[in-house]
């Protein structure tokens, strides 16, 4: 039987460890941290479930195949439950939009802004069904290795106007500017400014119109525990708390995997759902590869990083839905200072997530959890010293939250902490601190991202948000697909 091996529990390297594990591969799962998850990392605080992230779980049926390759059910394993509205989007004048698949709901609310938009985002659909089809469905799981691939897909990008943003195509559809910002942001959700990252990402609106928004009960982090124990019934073997120190080679090969505790064992196959820059530069040491490719890397554009406020507080708010969007002032002009000045800017957008309006178990009784993210720049951008900055900037955030939505919200929490980019870096080895890896720019995306397998090293491979197709979880689990399916042949040679 072949052996592999898998560094990282995160959702890109647990799916496709499920694969490898379904078709006969041992496969050993190797996690640096205590708990799996990677950024589905979790923590458990005076009796809150905190989720790290990510919270938005779209097209379902991407992971439910996970158990369906061996006649399984995710149901046995893992309890989604539906979100309505999918999120609720709120301006500084009191403005609020509640976007959702409801048809009925969504015309009403697209008519509170402009009646005469109705018709441009009907259109706007069927410009995100056709860059779904041709990104999505034909190309979400299809590995890019060499530039012919690449030329064959261009025609129908091209007609699709991919090279055009985001907030391009929705501008070309509708004229309401606070309707634009709302059909624009979820490329934020993958790391993309809106006003940058290619149009194809419009696909996330069919994405979610036809498979709808879902939150696993009890957090994500039961999802990657479903994960888990899917994967350890299927035979495969999961190590935790032992940082991968170094990828063995010979020649162009992988031989094996060394970790920190001293253990090593030999793989005919290794994939990493680590840091790109760190999986070459610190993990493939004393190779020209690792050395060149790291080098590359660096030069390339990152996504930003995210500030997290974590807080857990007394009281309910069946009022606040789930998932929120606290537009700030400004929209281009606070994107330009997170991805191109490195501005920590005195205005921001948040990212509320309150899940216990959906699974009140992850408070306490007549209590509530909540995060608010806000994106910043990374470290390379903007290096500063979080550890100093950070309390500041939190209580910063929590008094915005508390003037704009929740009043007397200081006086009423009960336990708070903050994860910042520098977490991100020395948690999780995320290269400046970003937290979607390579920026979804079009010249980053597809053969222009990195690759499944390597060029050089012929059993190396790559899952996760630094390959093809990014960031999200249908991109890490379609990650998943492209590079099982490379393994899997190769394997079978």
């Known amino acids: 039987m072949s052996k592999a091996a898998v560094i990282g529990a995160g959702f890109g390297g647990l799916a496709l460890a499920i ?19 990677g950024r589905a990392y979790h923590w458990e605080r005076d009796g809150f479930t905190f989720d790290a992230g990510p919270t938005v779980i779209t097209d379902p049926n991407c992971l439910a195949e996970l158990w369906q390759l061996t006649g399984a059910d995710i149901a046995a394993d893992v309890d989604l439950m539906p979100v309505m509205p999918f999120y609720r989007l709120n301006w500084p004048d009191g403005t609020s939009f ?38 999505y469905e034909k190309l979400g799981a299809v590995p890019f290795l060499d530039f012919k691939s690449m030329l064959r897909a261009a025609p129908q990008l091209a007609k699709k106007q991919a090279w055009r943003s985001v907030y391009s195509i929705v501008s070309s559809y509708v004229k309401n500017e606070k309707l634009r910002e709302a059909l624009s942001f979820h490329t934020l959700l993958v790391g993309g400014s809106p006003m940058k990252t290619s149009a ?20 994500t982090n039961r999802l990657i525990a479903g994960m888990i124990t899917h994967f350890e019934r299927l035979g495969g073997t999961v190590r935790l708390g032992d ?11 992988v031989t094996g995997v060394a970790c920190e505790s001293g253990w090593r064992d030999d793989v005919d196959a290794l994939a990493s759902n680590a840091d790109i ?64 000045h490195g501005v920590l800017a005195e205005d921001f957008s948040l990212y509320l997530h309150h899940p216990t309006v959906t699974d009140p178990s992850m408070a306490p009784e007549g209590c509530s959890t909540f995060y608010a993210l806000a994106p910043v720049p990374h470290l390379g951008k903007f290096p500063a010293d979080w550890d100093a900055i ?23 929490i009960v336990t708070r902490f903050w994860y910042t980019p520098q977490d991100f870096a020395g948690d999780l080895n995320a290269h400046l601190g970003s937290a979607f890896s390579l920026e979804p720019l079009l010249t980053q995306s597809a053969w222009f991202r990195v690759h499944n397998r390597d060029d050089v090293v012929s059993n190396l491979y790559f899952v996760g948000a630094g390959t093809h197709p990014g960031a999200g979880i249908p991109g890490v689990v379609g990650s998943a697909k492209a590079t099982a399916g490379l393994m899997l042949d190769d394997l079978r040679q």
């Open 277 to 340: 820059v760190h999986s070459y530069r610190d993990l493939l040491t004393d190779t020209k590869r690792g050395e060149r490719a790291a080098r590359s890397l660096e030069k390339k554009s990152f996504s930003p990083s995210l500030f997290v406020v974590h807080f857990g507080v007394e009281g309910s708010w069946p009022g606040i839905p789930h998932h929120m969007i606290l537009f700030g002032p400004r929209y281009d002009g606070l994107l330009k200072d997170i991805y191109d």
């Open 19 to 37: 694969r490898l594990q379904s078709a006969g591969i041992e496969t050993t799962v190797i996690e640096a941290r205590d708990k799996p998850g």
């Open 390 to 412: 950070g309390e500041d900037y939190a209580n910063r955030i929590l008094d915005h939250v508390e003037a704009r939505l929740i009043p007397g919200l200081r006086d009423r």
């Open 98 to 135: 509640d976007y959702s698949n409801d048809e009925v709901e969504l015309t009403r609310e697209i008519e509170k802004l402009n009646p005469a938009d109705v018709e441009g985002y009907r259109r706007f659909l069927t410009y995100s069904a056709g860059v779904f089809e041709e990104g």
């Open 200 to 219: 194809i990402y419009a696909l996330i609106h069919k994405l979610e119109k036809d498979g709808g928004v879902w939150f696993a009960k009890g957090g």
């Open 243 to 253: 940082p991968v120190t170094k990828i063995e080679t010979l020649g162009e090969r």
